[in-house]
């Protein structure tokens, strides 16, 4: 049976729709980000990126990938390494600023968030540094924290920062693009990811059953993956209030997490660095010091953009 056949082109979206044989980009779809997805790398312009006075220069934008990293550099202040002060510049991806050949040249992948280390432990050459996985990992392993030296329970953690990795992207890529952002609702993309984010968000229940945390009884840079993601989508604060959408509140150990979490110092100041959406006492564009979130928040400055 032909594929005509089986899956008639009348029944596609739009109605007879037949895949070329040779793809090219549409330059009149792609939703609410069409205006920087191109299939092509590298720099666009030319653009120097800012450097603070901190060896951590952190490149980014308050979107849960970018929430991972600044949530551990504040826990890993809280928990009283001053080495770990740094600069969060504001990377804004819907203006195109991560196609700068600074940006670039730090992430080839031109992806949020980028950090670069100017101080790196063997006193070398800085080190960048990409991928909000490879960043937590380098972070933890350089201050030694939010990460076991046990081999059984360092392979646990990384287990769970890695299911977050290979799972986050049906949560926002799929599910989030299709409910949120697409320029047409799709029922058979939206059933789609849905099942698969509701079958994730079990993964997490089951797991927290017995788990004060994701890996066990400590907190990790896994629970600090996972939590911008799901605990955002959990606390019905994700596309559109997905939430009621999915039922979340049905998952009651993935709620209590969240909570736990949410309430941590370093999780709340972490969720405002680089953020540019919600209460403007929550946004913080940018952040050198400490003092930064009694100072220098949106609501303070009085700067909307």
């Known amino acids: 049976m032909s594929d005509d056949n089986k899956f008639p082109p009348e ?13 090219a980009p549409d330059t009149e779809s792609g939703g609410a980000f069409a205006s920087i997805n191109k299939p092509t790398a590298g720099a666009q312009y030319d653009k120097d990126l800012p450097v603070g006075q901190h060896p951590l220069q952190l490149y980014s934008l308050g979107t849960p990938n970018g929430v991972k990293v600044t949530i551990m ?3 890993l202040l809280d928990a009283g390494y001053t080495e770990a002060e740094y600069d969060a510049w504001l990377i804004r ?5 991560q196609f700068g050949s600074g940006f670039v040249s730090v992430n080839p992948n031109s992806k949020i968030p980028a950090l670069m280390d100017h101080k790196p432990t063997d006193g070398g050459a800085p080190i960048r540094l990409f991928e909000s996985g490879s960043i937590l990992t380098y972070l933890a392993d350089k201050f030694g924290a939010f990460l076991p030296t046990d081999a059984r329970a360092r392979a646990e953690v990384m287990n769970w920062l890695f299911w977050q990795m290979g799972s986050a992207p049906f949560l926002g890529g799929g599910f989030g693009h299709f ?7 799709i029922q058979y993309a939206i059933d789609r990811y849905a099942m698969e984010v ?3 968000l079990d993964v997490l229940d089951k797991q927290l059953k017995d788990n004060e945390y994701i890996a066990g009884s400590e907190y990790t840079i896994a629970d600090m993956a996972i939590w911008p993601w799901y605990g955002r989508i959990a606390a019905h604060d994700a596309y559109n209030d997905a939430g009621t959408f999915l039922s979340v509140d049905d998952y009651a150990n993935v709620q209590r997490w969240r909570k736990q979490i949410g309430e941590r110092k370093g999780a709340r100041r972490g969720s405002m660095v680089n953020s540019v959406t919600g209460d403007p006492s929550t946004q913080l564009h940018e952040r050198h010091d400490a003092s930064d979130f009694d100072t220098k928040t949106q609501d303070k400055i009085g700067d909307a953009g």
Do not use: F, S, T
């Not at 991806?93 to 600023?97: H, L, S, T, V």
């Open 11 to 23: 029944n596609n979206l739009p109605a007879g729709y037949v895949p070329p044989k040779i793809w």
């Open 73 to 75: 550099l504040e826990e």
């Open 93 to 97: 991806i819907n203006k195109g600023d």
């Open 179 to 185: 409910y949120a952002y697409a320029p047409m609702k």
């Open 198 to 200: 509701k079958r994730q």
